[in-house]
């Protein structure tokens, strides 16, 4: 049970002082405006000044894994405040109170605009705060909390639209680790990740809250993250519960196809990825699969499964696809390069995850694309330039931005998703929020 992790780990009104130049990519919500852990931002350094990027605010901040989301010159945030000192455990449930927070801020300069806040009592693992990136969506902003606070609220002043209690609602237990599925705006539909005997997946009205339908059954909830694909000429909802990956008709919740996945200890947690040809889902101790998509119809087919020397098996890191290749990080740590077609093993290096260079199980790093590099955020609070291709890795520029606060498997670590937005990177852990340019 050790290898339990925890990570399972803004809007239009903003004032015209804080106007954000058109040129300027937002990330709105889990992965970037697309879900694709794509920047498409241009005019920043090529590497990083001797001295290390510019910090230009910071904010102090709970506990949390949760990353911010940053939006027409806001950014949002979760954490969680408590005068209780949690000890990480895999294998125990924490029982703390203290309160969950909603926080507002200027991406200018760091000032609070405003915060919602509510007692929350937890009763998870890891319970250190928080797991799901808000999500912006014109005037209003979604949040998740980790025990199932499903809230609306006005980007303007964090005004509560609706709210929903998940556990309460559809009468299941709090998943071990917490919610941290990041729900998905969908048209006029907000898709989340919820539990219960026959509502795992649920779509709501985004506007008013009310249930639209409901879908699927599983022993256990998962942490993994709703996508939706272009494939087999329709669209098509993801759906990765503990049990199996899953595709639906996003409009209805009919199933289109289901394929048996199984992780340990219920650790569905990758967000599905695609190029188009193929689907990767994957997970702890090599419970991973590559399926090709049908082209006529919703449909796919094993290519191949996870096992030692094939694919990757991520534990809480979701892997990109490129150019026939996939990229990520293993449960051992090694950053990867697969190639999809036949899981082969091209390269592998922990120079992007670990300071010591050698194993260091369950590292983590987050991979963001952005023009012909890769920006890569490690465990350590360390922020890489990179190319990865399949010829291997190849560093060019790091800096520290951030200092780890979480202690886990003895190391000092930081678990949590930054956003890149107006030519800066904005991370957190569980002191403080920083706003660092990557402007040259």
Known sequence: MRYCIAMICVGLACLAAEAVPASAADWPQWLGPNRDSVWREDGLLETFPASGPKVLWRQSVGGGFAGPAVAD??????????AESPVPSASRRDALTGTERVL?????????????????AYHISYATGPRVTPAVDADRVYTLGAEGDLKCLRVADGTVVWSRDLPRDYEFETPTWGFAGHPLVDGQKLICLVGGEGSIAVAFDKLTGQEIWRSLSARETGYSAPAIIQAGSVRQLIIWHADAVNSLDPETGKLYW??????????????????????FVGGIV???????????RPAAEVVWSGRKGVGIAPTSNTPFLADGHMYGVDREGELRCVRLDT?????????????TGSRSDNATAFLVKQADRFFIFNEQGELIIAQLTPAGY???????????????????????????????????????????????
């Open 394 to 440: 190849h560093e060019l520029s790091r800096a520290r931005i951030l200092d780890p606060t979480l202690t886990n498997y003895g190391r000092q670590v930081v678990w949590s998703h930054p956003a890149f937005a107006q030519r800066c990177v904005f991370a957190r852990n569980d002191r403080e929020l920083v706003c660092v340019s990557l402007a040259p």
């Open 258 to 279: 289901s394929e048996p996945l199984d992780p340990d200890w219920g650790m569905a947690i990758a967000t599905p990825r695609t190029d188009g040809t193929y689907l």
């Open 73 to 82: 010159g806001r950014v949002f945030v979760m954490d969680y405040l408590t």
């Open 286 to 296: 090599m419970k991973s699969l590559l399926l090709r998509l049908a082209t006529d």
């Open 104 to 120: 507002c801020f200027s991406a200018r300069d760091g000032q609070l605009l405003w915060k919602h806040e509510y007692d929350r």
């Open 343 to 355: 899981g082969e093993q091209l390269w592998t290096t922990y120079a992007a995850t670990t300071t």
